[in-house]
């Protein structure tokens, strides 16, 4: 069985509190881009999980994030007949903030869920997921959506309008525990207004929503180039500029096509990892 897992990005992304487990409650936007991975899952003769990809650096042992989904996958249903191959062609750079390896682990769920035939809801894979990673259950979901507490509760709003946005991911490899160790030694946080920004997604409401995109990990993770990435996505006329996730990439959102392909050509000849996308309704599709 074969799909393609999305890419996403935090129109919003703000943290309430650290909880006593050492998990965040969060308060996010979420929307898919049309970046994706593609993920393989067929069963195996040899009684194991094995795992193959494309990019160098991508861990192919129990730390890829579809072999971890795989295992708790597995164990919730108490499957003990474990023989599958997971291929993973990687498109979405790694370490960079917008999903990559939920995008994987996502897929493998969905793809067990009809390979045993065990008929689970979405919501029954979301709460598998959740135990992997807080990214997972809306990269199972897809669109438009909050996420809130640990990422675990979805609520799917409407389609984002049309646009295009532009993803820029500078040298750096951003380690999520240690962007959130950054945060916690922040002495002050200027939260964003979530309330607006609830408003502005329900109705919809591109310029709105473009005025309050914000995320609070920008307070807290140093990524030297972030100006000089929204500077020229500025002057091409995003209407917002945004670090996605734990960063480093940092996103674009234009209305007009023209603009967002001189942002993207300008960004190319200075960084390699830049992309040209619009909002993707569903986060896997199958191929
Ligand atoms: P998020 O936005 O969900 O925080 P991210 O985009 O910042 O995720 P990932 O691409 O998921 O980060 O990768 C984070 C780390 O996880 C990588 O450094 C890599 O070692 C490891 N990893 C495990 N499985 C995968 C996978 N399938 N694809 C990419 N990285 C993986």
Same mark, same amino acid.
Request: hydrophobic share 40%; with cysteine; charged share 25%.
């Given at each position: 069985?074969?799909?393609?897992?999305?890419?996403?990005?935090?129109?919003?992304?703000?943290?309430?509190?650290?909880?006593?487990?050492?998990?965040?409650?969060?308060?996010?936007?979420?929307?898919?881009?049309?970046?994706?991975?593609?993920?393989?899952?067929?069963?195996?003769?040899?009684?194991?999980?094995?795992?193959?990809? #494309?990019?160098?650096?991508?861990?192919?042992?129990?730390?890829? !994030?579809?072999?971890?989904? *795989? +295992? $708790?996958?597995? &164990?919730?249903?108490?499957?003990?007949?474990?023989?599958?191959?997971?291929?993973?062609?990687?498109?979405?750079?790694?370490?960079?903030?917008?999903?990559?390896?939920?995008?994987?682990?996502?897929?493998?769920?969905?793809?067990?869920?009809?390979?045993?035939?065990?008929?689970?809801?979405?919501?029954?894979?979301?709460?598998?997921?959740?135990?992997?990673?807080?990214?997972?259950?809306?990269?199972?979901?897809?669109?438009?959506?909050?996420?809130?507490?640990?990422?675990?509760?979805?609520?799917?709003?409407?389609?984002?309008?049309?646009?295009?946005?532009?993803?820029?991911?500078?040298?750096?490899?951003?380690?999520?525990?240690?962007?959130?160790?950054?945060? #916690?030694?922040?002495?002050?946080?200027?939260?964003?207004?979530? !309330?607006?920004?609830?408003? *502005? +997604? $329900?109705?919809? &409401?591109?310029?709105?929503?473009?005025?309050?995109?914000?995320?609070?990990?920008?307070?807290?993770?140093?990524?030297?180039?972030?100006?000089?990435?929204?500077?020229?996505?500025?002057?091409?006329?995003?209407?917002?500029?945004?670090?996605?996730?734990?960063?480093?990439?940092?996103?674009?959102?234009?209305?007009?096509?023209?603009?967002?392909?001189?942002?993207?050509?300008?960004?190319?000849?200075?960084?390699?990892?830049?992309?040209?996308?619009?909002?993707?309704?569903?986060?896997?599709?199958?191929?």
């Amino acid at each position: 069985m074969k799909v393609k897992s999305a890419a996403k990005i935090n129109l919003m992304l703000d943290i309430l509190k650290k909880l006593d487990n050492g998990y965040h409650s969060l308060f996010m936007i979420m929307q898919s881009v049309d970046l994706y991975d593609t993920v393989s899952v067929e069963k195996n003769d040899e009684d194991k999980i094995i795992i193959k990809c #494309d990019t160098d650096g991508v861990p192919c042992n129990e730390k890829n !994030i579809a072999y971890k989904c *795989a +295992v $708790a996958f597995f &164990d919730a249903l108490s499957i003990t007949e474990r023989g599958i191959t997971i291929e993973i062609e990687k498109a979405i750079p790694m370490a960079a903030g917008i999903a990559g390896g939920s995008a994987d682990g996502a897929a493998v769920l969905y793809c067990l869920n009809k390979i045993y035939n065990t008929n689970l809801s979405i919501k029954e894979l979301c709460e598998i997921g959740a135990k992997v990673g807080a990214d997972i259950p809306f990269s199972l979901v897809g669109g438009t959506a909050i996420a809130l507490g640990t990422g675990t509760i979805i609520a799917s709003v409407k389609d984002l309008p049309e646009c295009y946005i532009v993803l820029c991911k500078p040298e750096q490899d951003v380690s999520t525990p240690e962007a959130y160790a950054e945060f #916690d030694s922040l002495n002050r946080v200027r939260h964003l207004d979530r !309330i607006l920004m609830v408003d *502005a +997604v $329900a109705d919809g &409401d591109y310029e709105k929503i473009c005025k309050l995109c914000g995320n609070v990990f920008e307070q807290a993770v140093e990524v030297p180039k972030r100006p000089h990435i929204k500077g020229v996505m500025r002057k091409c006329g995003a209407d917002a500029c945004v670090m996605s996730g734990s960063g480093p990439t940092v996103y674009g959102i234009f209305s007009n096509k023209e603009n967002a392909e001189d942002a993207y050509n300008k960004l190319s000849k200075k960084y390699d990892n830049v992309y040209l996308c619009k909002p993707a309704k569903h986060g896997i599709t199958e191929v």
